[in-house]
């Protein structure tokens, strides 16, 4: 399903919208957690998008972009975990459910065939091992203020437009 705006944005945006209707996390937060293991599933299956992000995003097109865009994640101190963002095990397969629905998920690069690839997935952002700082948590169903001074309305695409333009002026 191609969107209005014209960009096909696939796994990525179909988990971030699962996982706000099962876990009542923002969009905003979901992005954080899900698009550089997205990233890293779809790999191999699209290897321009890749190059295109790496480029954008540290000027180097032969970078990692999962890599880079957990840098980038970590400096602005969000999350990166779906334990940091309130979800555990025992929602994935609720989540797989909703996500392998969703219309983005027909449009990942990387074919989605079942419930099991969106669980193949969430099970790789466990495995991210970096560490944030404080932040606004929702967790199914609970607001949690861990930081009440971060804006956590602003949404990841605006921090990514805004690091793009930063790195072009310099």
């Given at each position: 399903?191609?969107?209005?705006?014209?960009?096909?944005?696939?796994a990525s945006?179909?988990?971030?919208?699962?996982?706000?209707?099962?876990?009542?996390?923002?969009?905003?937060?979901?992005?954080?957690?899900?698009?550089?293991?997205?990233?890293?599933?779809?790999?191999?299956?699209?290897?321009?998008?890749?190059?295109?992000?790496?480029?954008?995003?540290?000027?180097?097109?032969?970078?990692?972009?999962a890599s880079?865009?957990?840098?980038?994640?970590?400096?602005?101190?969000?999350?990166?975990?779906?334990?940091?963002?309130?979800?555990?095990?025992?929602?994935?397969?609720?989540?797989?459910?909703?996500?392998?629905?969703?219309?983005?998920?027909?449009?990942?690069?990387?074919?989605i065939t079942?419930?099991?690839?969106?669980?193949?997935?969430?099970?790789?952002?466990?495995?991210?091992?970096?560490?944030?700082?404080?932040?606004?948590?929702?967790?199914?169903?609970?607001?949690?203020?861990?930081?009440?001074?971060?804006?956590?309305?602003?949404?990841?695409?605006?921090?990514?437009?805004?690091?793009?333009?930063?790195?072009?002026?310099?």
């Amino acid at each position: 399903a191609v969107p209005a705006h014209g960009v096909l944005v696939g796994a990525s945006h179909a988990i971030g919208h699962a996982l706000g209707a099962v876990c009542g996390v923002s969009h905003g937060l979901t992005s954080c957690v899900t698009l550089a293991p997205v990233l890293r599933w779809n790999h191999v299956y699209c290897p321009r998008a890749n190059r295109l992000i790496s480029s954008a995003l540290s000027g180097n097109a032969t970078g990692d972009a999962a890599s880079i865009i957990e840098g980038l994640v970590a400096r602005l101190s969000l999350p990166s975990r779906l334990s940091e963002i309130g979800v555990d095990r025992a929602q994935f397969p609720a989540v797989a459910d909703v996500a392998i629905c969703d219309r983005y998920a027909a449009s990942n690069c990387r074919p989605i065939t079942s419930g099991a690839d969106i669980v193949e997935i969430l099970d790789a952002f466990c495995d991210i091992a970096y560490v944030s700082l404080g932040l606004r948590l929702l967790q199914c169903g609970q607001q949690v203020d861990v930081c009440p001074d971060l804006d956590t309305k602003r949404s990841f695409g605006n921090f990514m437009r805004l690091t793009v333009l930063q790195s072009q002026e310099k």
